[in-house]
C-alpha cells in the first residue's frame, strides 16, 4: 500500500513537471500572450518617413458596438478624443504618464525611444469577452517642437498585430540635436514605460530608480544653468512624479508609480519645479493640487492651528481664481474639479454649481455623464436647502 502511494505521489509530480515545461515553451507561451494582449507597435516619423524620437503618445480604446457595451462606472473615450484633449493641452502633454494624465481613462502608451518606435501591449481579454466586436484605437502624439499629430486604426481579433504610423511636422521651435539634459531626461522617461517593472519590489530596482531620480535633479539644474526654463520645471516634474520605491529598516516595503502626497522629497521637487519655470500655468495648478492638501498634513502633524489651516484654503481659492483667468482652457480637469469642492467646503454653493457645470462642458469625459448630472442635481438640492434655513435668497 505504501508502494503504491509512493509511486501514485511520483506519478503525479512526473505530470505535474512536464505540465510546467509544456507551457513554458515558447510557441504555448506566445499563444498564452497573445490570447490576453493586442501588440501595437507605434512609429513617429516625420513627412520624409524618418524616425522622430522621443514622442509622448496617448491613446484610447473603443468597443466597436459601444450602444451595447453596457458598462456605467467609466466614460469611454472616443477615438477622437485623444487628439482634441491634445490639441487643448499641448503645452503639459510631455508632463502626463499612466498614473498622472490630463483625463481618466486616456491611455499611456508611453514615449518612443531613439528610433522613434514604441511598443505597446494592451490587455482585451476583458473587452473581448464582452465585446467580440473589435477595438477601434485612437492615437494622439506630440513633443515640444512638433505640430499635434493623429491616427485612428481597429483590430478586429486577438490573433491581429497592429502598426501604427504618426507622422508629425516640425516646426520652428524643433530641435534635431537636443542638449544632453534632455537626453538624459527623454531616455529615463522611456526606460520608465514599464510600470510593471517600476513597481518591482528589489534593491536592484531600488537603486536604478533612485539613480535615475538623482540623474535628472542634475540634468534639471544643467536645464536651469542654461536658461532653459520649460525643460528644467518638465524634468523637475517628472522627479516629483516619478514612481519610487519604499525601505522600511533597509529593505523594500512598498511603492507608489507616482507623486506621493506623504513625501516631502515629493513635494519639494515640485516646489523646485515652480520655481524654475514660474509662468508655467500647468506647473502652478498641479503645484497648487499638491499644495491644498498639503494644508491638510501641516494641520494634522499640528504644525499650523486649524485657523490657521482654513485660511490658507480660503486664500487657495482666490488664488485658483486668477490662475484660471489667466490660463484660459488649458488647465487639466482636476484643478477645476477641487476648485469645485473647495467652493462647497466654504458653501460658496452658487460658484459651486457653475464651477460643475462649467466642468461639464468643459471636459465631457472627466465623467461619466450620469454622474455629472447627479452631482449637479445633488448640488443645487442642498444648496436650495442651505438658502432656505439661512434665509438667503
Known amino acids: 500500500m505504501t508502494h503504491d502511494l509512493t509511486s501514485f505521489k511520483r506519478t503525479i509530480a512526473i505530470s505535474l513537471l512536464l505540465v510546467i515545461l509544456v507551457l513554458s515553451t515558447a510557441p504555448v507561451q506566445a499563444f498564452i500572450w497573445r490570447g490576453d494582449y493586442l501588440k501595437i507597435t507605434i512609429r513617429t516619423v516625420d513627412q520624409q518617413g524618418k524616425p522622430i524620437p522621443w514622442v509622448t503618445v ?65 490587455d482585451i481579454n476583458d473587452m473581448y469577452k464582452r465585446n467580440p466586436g473589435g477595438l477601434s484605437f485612437g492615437f494622439a502624439a506630440y513633443r515640444h517642437g512638433l505640430d499635434p499629430a493623429q491616427t485612428i486604426t481597429s483590430a478586429r481579433n486577438r490573433a491581429e498585430e497592429l502598426e501604427v504610423t504618426l507622422v508629425l511636422n516640425k516646426n520652428s521651435s524643433f530641435q534635431e540635436d537636443l542638449p544632453n539634459y534632455l537626453l538624459t531626461f527623454y ?21 536604478r530608480l533612485e539613480n535615475m531620480r538623482l540623474r535628472l535633479i542634475e540634468a534639471a539644474e544643467q536645464a536651469h544653468k542654461a536658461d532653459d526654463s520649460r525643460s528644467a520645471g518638465l ?100 484643478f477645476h474639479d477641487l476648485l469645485a469642492s473647495r467652493y462647497a467646503v466654504f458653501k460658496l454653493f452658487d460658484k459651486y454649481i457653475e464651477q460643475l457645470i462649467f466642468l461639464k462642458d468643459y471636459e465631457p469625459r472627466w465623467e461619466h455623464a450620469e454622474r455629472y448630472e447627479k452631482r449637479i442635481k445633488r448640488a443645487q438640492k442642498n444648496t436650495k436647502k442651505y438658502k432656505k434655513i439661512k434665509g438667503v435668497k
Do not use: C
Open 58 to 122: 496617448g491613446a484610447a480604446q473603443v468597443p466597436q458596438n459601444i450602444d451595447t457595451y453596457k458598462i456605467s462606472t467609466r466614460p469611454f473615450l472616443s477615438v477622437d478624443d485623444p487628439y482634441r484633449i491634445l490639441l487643448r493641452t499641448s503645452d503639459s502633454w510631455e508632463y502626463w504618464n499612466r498614473f498622472n494624465s490630463p483625463v481618466r481613462y486616456l491611455e499611456y502608451p508611453g514615449i518612443t525611444n531613439e528610433r522613434g518606435e514604441l511598443t505597446w501591449m494592451v
Open 235 to 334: 524634468i523637475m516634474y517628472w522627479v516629483a512624479n516619478m514612481p519610487k520605491i519604499k525601505l522600511r529598516q533597509g529593505n523594500p516595503s512598498g511603492f507608489d508609480q507616482s507623486f506621493d502626497f506623504y513625501s516631502d522629497q515629493d513635494f519639494l521637487a515640485l516646489e523646485k519645479a515652480v520655481k524654475y519655470d514660474p509662468n508655467n500655468y500647468h506647473l502652478v495648478s498641479q503645484y497648487m493640487v499638491k499644495q491644498s492638501k498639503w494644508f491638510g498634513k501641516l494641520e494634522s502633524a499640528g504644525h499650523i492651528s486649524y485657523a490657521e489651516y482654513q485660511r490658507r484654503r480660503r486664500n487657495w481659492i482666490d488664488e485658483a481664481e486668477k490662475l484660471v483667468s489667466k490660463a484660459g482652457n488649458t488647465l487639466w480637469p482636476n
Open 187 to 207: 531616455e529615463a522617461k522611456y526606460d520608465l514605460n514599464d510600470h510593471r517593472r517600476n513597481a518591482n519590489m528589489t534593491m536592484d530596482n531600488y537603486h
